[in-house]
């Protein structure tokens, strides 16, 4: 089981780049609000660099791999290839996994999706995508990279990962968020969310967890077993709209038990 304060943060920062790439500017800074969440207490940054670049650029990871003293996670679709850039100044898109070779983070959080959704909504099918995916995960094993799969609570897909060699998962929380959202059958979701859990765990695989987690969700969800890192993004930046980016991070470092 999991303990209070065992689970790390990992502050999402595609929010920041989203408003950012709303002007012709580099304002505001990835690298100093990254800085800002670092010093609030952020166990790790995680970004999810787009073929688009629609928020978070090719060129933000390399910046931010130079100047972070936490754990980098960089999310994204293993199969994405490299893209033009069709914006003055942003240089193109290399393709999901010759980015990661490149920068060589702590963790890459391997994601099914694609640029017509407007964010990632479900996980991987394994049955599918399982074969293709098995060589890919062992280039970034070679790397010394940590790989987690984007994952459904499919207690069946959850044994696949582990088969395919992803050393985590991170469970996609959406359903959870929506069920609390409107107490729609909560407890069965959530029942849903710790026996996923439990299996990852019995499998030997490390869990982590994101989507839709906010301040009022995120306390029972950090309940589930040996629950490693949650990444968010969406929901601190709102926060952080009403009370400050580096109170933000702490608010959520206390749902944690930190």
Same mark, same amino acid.
């Not at 640029?115 to 394994?126: I, P, W, Y």
């Given at each position: 089981?999991s303990?209070?304060?065992?689970?790390?943060?990992?502050?999402?920062?595609?929010?920041?780049?989203?408003?950012?790439?709303?002007?012709?500017?580099?304002?505001?800074?990835?690298?100093?609000?990254?800085?800002?969440?670092?010093?609030?207490g952020a /166990?790790?940054?995680?970004?999810?660099?787009?073929?688009?670049?629609?928020?978070?650029?090719?060129? /933000?990871?390399?910046?931010?791999?130079?100047?972070?003293?936490?754990?980098?996670?960089?999310?994204?679709?293993?199969?994405?290839?490299?893209?033009?850039?069709?914006?003055r100044?942003?240089?193109?898109?290399?393709?999901?996994?010759?980015?990661?070779?490149?920068?060589?983070? !702590?963790?890459?959080?391997l994601?099914?999706?694609n640029?017509?959704?407007?964010?990632?909504?479900?996980?991987?099918?394994?049955t599918?995508?399982?074969?293709?995916?098995?060589?890919?995960?062992?280039?970034?094993?070679?790397?010394?990279?940590?790989?987690?799969?984007?994952?459904?609570?499919?207690?069946?897909?959850?044994?696949?990962?582990?088969?395919?060699?992803?050393?985590?998962?991170?469970?996609?929380?959406?359903?959870?968020?929506?069920?609390?959202?409107?107490?729609?059958?909560?407890?069965t979701?959530?029942?849903?969310?710790?026996?996923?859990?439990?299996? !990852?765990?019995d499998c030997?695989?490390?869990?982590? !967890?994101?989507?839709?987690?906010?301040?009022?969700?995120?306390?029972?969800? !950090?309940?589930?077993?040996?629950?490693?890192?949650?990444?968010?993004?969406?929901?601190?930046?709102?926060?952080?709209?009403?009370?400050?980016?580096?109170?933000?991070?702490?608010?959520?470092?206390?749902?944690?038990?930190?």
């Open positions: 089981m303990t209070s304060g065992t689970t790390d943060l990992s502050v999402n920062l595609n929010k920041i780049a989203l408003i950012r790439n709303s002007r012709d500017t580099d304002y505001p800074s990835i690298t100093e609000h990254a800085q800002i969440c670092i010093d609030a /166990d790790g940054i995680t970004v999810h660099p787009r073929p688009d670049q629609r928020h978070i650029r090719a060129d /933000d990871c390399f910046d931010l791999a130079k100047m972070l003293n936490v754990e980098f996670n960089i999310e994204g679709n293993p199969f994405a290839p490299a893209m033009a850039s069709n914006r100044g942003v240089s193109d898109y290399p393709g999901f996994i010759e980015l990661v070779k490149e920068i060589k983070p !702590a963790q890459c959080t994601v099914p999706d640029n017509e959704q407007l964010t990632s909504d479900h996980g991987f099918d394994l599918q995508s399982g074969e293709q995916l098995a060589p890919l995960i062992e280039q970034l094993h070679a790397l010394g990279i940590r790989v987690s799969l984007f994952m459904d609570p499919d207690p069946q897909q959850i044994k696949l990962a582990k088969a395919v060699g992803a050393d985590r998962i991170e469970l996609y929380t959406g359903p959870y968020a929506d069920a609390f959202a409107t107490g729609t059958d909560l407890d979701v959530f029942q849903q969310f710790y026996h996923a859990a439990e299996v !990852a765990a030997g695989l490390g869990l982590n !967890a994101g989507h839709d987690l906010n301040l009022h969700n995120l306390p029972r969800f !950090a309940t589930v077993p040996q629950l490693l890192e949650v990444s968010i993004g969406h929901a601190m930046i709102v926060d952080a709209i009403e009370i400050g980016l580096a109170n933000a991070v702490q608010a959520y470092q206390r749902c944690l038990g930190k």
